[in-house]
C-alpha cells in the first residue's frame, strides 16, 4: 500500500474515477427525477404512463438506489469497505426494480431499446465496480 508525505492513503486512480463518476450520476438521476415530478420536462406518450402507473414505493426504492449510489461514491473516495456493501445493495435493488419494472410497469417501452441497452451497460459496470470494490476490500486498500 502506497502512503504520501502526509501519511494517508493514496487512492487508486480507479477510485477517483468510479467517485467522481457516480456522484455525477447519481445526482443526475436524482435530479432528473425531481424535473419530471415538477413537469419540468415534457415526456412521450409511453414515458408518461410509466411515469403516472409509479407508486410511492417506486420512488422511495428510486431515492434509495440513488442515496445508496451517492454514500458508496462517497465511501469508496474515503477508502472504506461500506463502499462494497453499498454498490452490492445498488445492484440487488437495481435488478429487482428493473425486473419488476419491466414486467409490470411497462418499462421497456417507456425507455426503448437504446435505453435498455444503456441500463444493462449500467448494470455491468456496476457489476465490475462491485468486483473491484471487493477486490479492494480483500486487499486491505479499503478499511
Not at 10 to 16: D, F, N
Not at 78 to 99: D, E, K, S
Request: hydrophobic share 50%.
Amino acid at each position: 500500500m502506497e502512503t504520501n508525505e502526509a501519511g494517508s492513503r493514496k487512492r487508486p486512480v480507479w477510485v477517483l474515477i468510479i467517485s467522481i463518476f457516480y456522484l455525477l450520476s447519481a445526482s443526475w438521476t436524482l435530479f432528473s427525477f425531481y424535473l419530471i415530478l415538477t413537469g419540468s420536462i415534457t415526456l412521450q406518450p409511453a414515458q408518461k404512463e410509466y411515469f403516472e402507473n409509479l407508486t410511492v414505493l417506486d420512488y422511495s426504492f428510486t431515492i434509495l438506489t440513488g442515496l445508496a449510489n451517492l454514500i458508496g461514491a462517497v465511501t469508496l473516495f474515503l477508502l472504506r469497505r461500506h463502499a462494497f456493501y453499498f454498490f452490492t445493495g445498488t445492484l440487488i435493488l437495481n435488478v429487482l426494480m428493473t425486473v419488476w419494472h419491466a414486467v409490470s410497469k411497462g418499462w421497456i417501452q417507456a425507455i426503448g431499446g437504446p435505453g435498455l441497452v444503456g441500463a444493462l451497460i449500467g448494470m455491468g459496470i456496476l457489476v465490475a465496480i462491485c468486483i473491484y470494490s471487493w477486490r479492494l476490500t480483500k486487499a486491505g486498500v479499503l478499511r
